[in-house]
């Protein structure tokens, strides 16, 4: 098991920047996946992008070239830097942790973006 608290949300103007942290319980050395979802106002949550042990990277098509996932094993955690916002990134963003069978989720930070 896991527990994961995230940090970092809050308002911005469209092209401005925010930093995503998750913090985890415990060492995340030996968690193969950790990645970042989102959930807007009446649409089902959505990957956003994943890390692998490997430091191998997934994003979505949505924000390829904006944002940048990472993980610090030494720090336990896992961070999303988020450029050139636009107001449809505008959800709460949920950290997740992937230990077969299960995956554990943070309680979600809200990131709003104006126009």
């Known amino acids: 098991q896991v527990q994961l608290v995230e940090s970092g949300g809050g308002l911005v103007q469209a092209g401005g920047s925010l930093r995503l942290s998750c913090a985890a319980s415990?060492?995340?050395?030996?968690?193969?996946?950790m990645g970042w979802y989102r959930q807007a106002p009446g649409k089902q949550r959505e990957l956003v992008a994943y890390?692998?042990?490997?430091?191998?990277?997934t994003y979505a098509d949505s924000v390829k070239g904006r944002f940048t996932i990472s993980r610090d094993n030494a720090k336990n955690a896992l961070y999303l830097q988020m450029n050139s916002l636009k107001s449809d990134d505008t959800a709460v963003y949920y950290c997740?942790?992937?230990?077969?069978?299960?995956?554990?989720w943070g309680q979600g930070t809200q990131v709003t973006v104006s126009s």
């Open positions: 890390i692998t042990s490997g430091d191998e990277t």
């Open positions: 415990r060492s995340i050395v030996s968690i193969n996946v």
């Open positions: 997740t942790a992937h230990i077969i069978p299960n995956i554990y």
